[in-house]
């Protein structure tokens, strides 16, 4: 009955790793696109500026 709790509790960190891990990757990936749309809007200032 123990060995079968801890296997549960294994399965459930191993399951919660993914999901940080996941979550992590989707959070970095939103930072650069919002970092990248920043830029680009940035550079689109300075040309209209320019004209």
Known sequence: MEQN????????MN?????????SENV???DVVDKISLSVA???V???GEK
């Open 5 to 12: 709790k801890n296997g549960l509790l294994f399965e459930q």
């Open 15 to 23: 399951k919660i790793s993914k999901v940080i891990s996941t979550l």
């Open 28 to 30: 970095s990936q939103a």
């Open 42 to 44: 940035r550079d689109n």
């Open 46 to 48: 300075k040309k209209w």
